[in-house]
């Protein structure tokens, strides 16, 4: 088990910048893999970024390459998402996820440990 909670969402103008901050407790951290993720309303839950269990091996989606970075510090259970350059279609609830295994995955439905989200708001 391991529980998640993400901080550090808010209102920001476009062209800003947020970090996001997700920390994790319960079973090792670096046991696992983590993801972000993002729902606006009325959409469905998509794939942001991910980040394998030693922070070798990252992806990204197309529309945040170049803008967001994600990170992990395995000392301090906690997985980053620095967004730069913040759009207004960024706007959405945010979820970090953790993954068992070593694979780096996209999908949701292959994390079986979600956070409560935290919502960035992007005005234009």
């Known amino acids: 088990q391991v529980q998640l909670v993400e901080s550090g969402g808010g209102l920001v103008q476009a062209g800003g910048s947020l970090r996001l901050s997700c920390a994790a407790s319960?079973?090792?951290?670096?046991?696992?893999?983590m993801g972000w993720f993002r729902q606006a309303p009325g959409k469905e839950r998509e794939f942001v970024a991910v980040i394998s269990r030693s922070g070798g091996s990252i992806n990204y989606a197309d529309s945040v390459k170049g803008r967001f970075t994600i990170s992990r510090d395995n000392a301090k259970n906690t997985v980053y998402l620095q967004m730069n350059s913040l759009k207004s279609e960024d706007t959405a609830e945010y979820y970090c996820a953790a993954s068992v295994g070593g694979a780096i995955r996209t999908v949701p439905s292959t994390y079986g440990y979600w956070g409560q989200g935290t919502q960035v708001t992007v005005s234009s």
């Open positions: 319960g079973r090792t951290f670096s046991t696992f893999v």
